[in-house]
């Protein structure tokens, strides 16, 4: 078996891997990108209730680093 088939076995067998531990804890996740900051927001729901369990990073990290793209925006504009 070459590289790339060996590759394609493991990532295949993580993936499926991964599919059961999700199944066994009853979570799903939902990647997301937050809109004012372009960052990732990955949030775990629980499968039954879909109650949201987590979010990283939270809502406040998330408005701190828009303030700090705000004040970055100033600083620039102020200089210029």
């Given at each position: 078996m070459n590289n790339s088939a060996v590759l394609?076995?493991?990532i295949e067998d993580a993936v499926q891997r991964i599919n059961?531990?999700?199944q066994v804890v009853q979570r799903d996740l939902q990647f997301t990108v937050d809109d004012?900051?372009?960052?990732?927001v990955v949030k775990v729901f629980d499968s039954q209730s879909e109650?949201?369990?987590r979010q990283?990073?939270?809502d406040e990290l998330l408005a701190?680093?828009?303030y700090m793209d705000?004040?970055?925006g100033m600083l620039v504009?102020?200089?210029a």
């Open positions: 394609a076995d493991q059961e531990f999700f004012s900051t372009g960052r990732t109650e949201l369990i990283l990073p939270p701190v680093a828009e705000e004040v970055r504009k102020d200089k």
